[in-house]
């Protein structure tokens, strides 16, 4: 007979078996393409292990939750804050600072169990850049304790009515989750990967396992065979899953049923369980969590230092893991839940462990808020659009107004334009939305979607116009500058193509030919009068080594970076591009071109920095400087449009 509550070392070791994959998945192991459902086994383990605990509290009716809040404080916090410490003391010698002030925010949202919502909002799980995040694992803490803030409340609600209610209201609440991930990972996946919604059926699978467990069940010899065929449908996931398999979904039964079998079928003395009984898998197991709190930050600053991380190195970085993880547990985590302040009432309890999150949260919010950068800090690689309104009015009362129109790439210019307007009396104001292409009839398709915030930039800028107007004795000048290589769509979501594609289904010239069509109707809609100044694509840094794909700054951070800063001016992002916009607006008298081109390259050769300047803060975006370089060369030709 096996009891429901008594220790099982098994768990443990199974412990070992959801943690172990999860860190060669980062570790980028391609053969563990699937390593990622280590942390549904978890979810499964977790709902399993803690009902367990409550349903046995419960009928012994000495269940408290302010004493249950009290255990998952002790289980999580005093190893979670002293790996956002030590991580934030690492950053702070490592990254650059737009790297610092993503990390202050996660480290914020993670005090709070809220950075699954902080990363759904930023990245997806999968992309590039993510694997640079040190916290972007705690998203799997934040959805287990948003649970168990709700589900001992909603035990307590229900036991009074029996088993089987409870049990009929958690089947049907799991049954409402898992059709809402199988949606979400069709429509919203980002968010159904992220957020509690599409995660909460696997908690409640471990649940549904602790009430069958209730009662101690007999060995079959059936039991050692079914453990067996749990084992395999974790392996399949493992090894089959990977990044293009919709998660979490119906895919996910198969590792989530494999658990509930082993949790429910193996035994510590035979077969699969006497396997995962062994002292080193029940080792893993139980430095399971603090090794899975390390190796996130562990991989992430490798990515930092090392381009290309070979086998060996990552060998070495899951080792490092390991021996954190190892003083970690018997240092921070076991002392904290069996020794630490055990006799101290709960109440009292939460009041002492909550100084040292608090603390974190003020002195990151304090860095955030002064815009204290890191060590490696440099103002010479920032980007050039600072994230403020920009409306600038001049105080001569001159009914002269410059308007910057565009995307990200026009924000990039937004100091240097003000300064100039202030210089020559004109008010300034900024009217452009991040990756936000809004012309006629045409925008950009990003991250697979059009936005509505994006298509009424347009006529936010009409309607400027249409007011201004009124006043026959304004001189409205607008500059339009954009980054013109997005992914173009119509109104509809019908997606054109990209003019820089080397991808025939792409159909560039179709897609060239859309642009141009949506840029004439933009200036035949404006009177005849209205100067409209155009400004072109950025040589930018694609051209450039593989290293340098996020910029020059981030390629020198490397240890081992290779970081040429010039390159062929014909093979300048877009360079084609531009001398056809140029070509096109010129059949226009009150339309004029700007191109980047001439102030950051030669004749012949284009760069990313000269003379300690970088001018670009990533693979395309201007650094301050950069931008103003820019505005000292055009302001010739601006004067000259604007007295016409």
Known sequence: MASAFAY????????????????LFHAGFEVFSGGFVGVDIFFVISGYLITSIILSEMQDQNFSLLKFYERRARRILPALCTVILWTAVAAYFIMLEEQWRDFLQSGISVIFFASNIFFW??????????????????????????????????????????????????????????????????????????????????????????????????????????????????????????????????????PVLGTLIIIICARSDRGLGKLLSNPLCVGIGLISYSLYLWHQPVFAFGRLLVFEMGWMLKIGLIILSIILAILSYYSIEKPARYAWLKDIKPLNFFIKAMIIPLALVLTFGFLLWTQAGPLNNG????????????????????????????????????????????????????????????????????????????????????????????????????????????LLSNLEGKVIGKIDSSLSKDN???????????????????????????????????????????????????????????????????FGFNQDLRAMLKAYPKAYFLDPYDS?????????GRNDEIYYSDDAHLTASAAHIFMARETPILDAIIEK
Request: proline share 6%.
């Open 8 to 23: 099982r070392k098994e768990i443990d070791g199974l412990r070992a078996l959801a943690v172990l994959p999860v860190i």
């Open 121 to 254: 909002l930023e990245d997806d799980y999968f992309a590039a850049v993510s694997e640079e995040k040190p916290l972007l694992h705690s998203w799997s803490l934040a959805v287990e304790e948003q649970y168990y803030i709700f589900f001992p409340i909603m035990i307590m609600a229900l036991w009074r009515f029996g088993r089987n209610p409870m049990l009929y209201s958690i089947g049907i609440l799991a049954a409402i989750s898992l059709i809402s991930a199988e949606y979400g990972s069709r429509y919203y996946p980002s968010a159904n990967f992220y957020l509690l919604f599409g995660r909460a059926w696997e908690i409640l699978a471990g649940t549904m396992a602790a009430f069958y467990m209730q009662k101690p069940r007999p060995y079959e010899s059936k039991d050692d065979l079914l453990a067996w065929l749990g084992f395999t449908l974790l392996c399949i996931a493992i090894f089959l899953f990977d990044k293009e398999t919709p998660f979490p979904s119906v895919y996910a039964a198969l």
């Open 379 to 486: 103002n010479h690689h920032r980007y050039a659009g600072e994230n403020k309104p920009w409306n600038y009015a001049n105080e001569a009362g001159h009914n002269k107004r410059i308007i910057l129109y565009g995307d990200s790439h026009a924000r990039q210019y937004a100091a240097a334009i003000e300064n100039y307007a202030a210089k020559e009396k004109f008010d300034f104001e900024l009217i452009a939305g991040p990756a936000c292409l809004a012309l006629p009839d045409l925008t950009n398709y990003y991250k697979g979607a059009i936005s509505a915030d994006c298509i009424s930039q347009l006529h936010i800028l009409k309607d400027k116009i249409h007011r201004l107007a009124k006043d026959k004795s304004n001189e409205n000048i607008i500059i339009i500058a954009h980054r013109w290589g997005p």
């Open 508 to 574: 560039p010239q179709k897609a060239q030919a859309a642009l141009f069509a949506s840029l004439r109707k933009m200036i035949d809609s404006f009177p005849a009068s209205q100067k409209l100044i155009f400004i072109g694509n950025v040589p930018a840094v694609t051209p450039l080594s593989e290293q340098m794909e996020q910029g020059p700054a981030r390629c020198l951070q490397f240890i081992n970076g290779n970081c040429p800063m010039s390159f062929a001016r014909e093979k300048g992002e877009l």
């Open 600 to 608: 950051f390259c030669d004749d012949e050769i284009c760069y990313a």
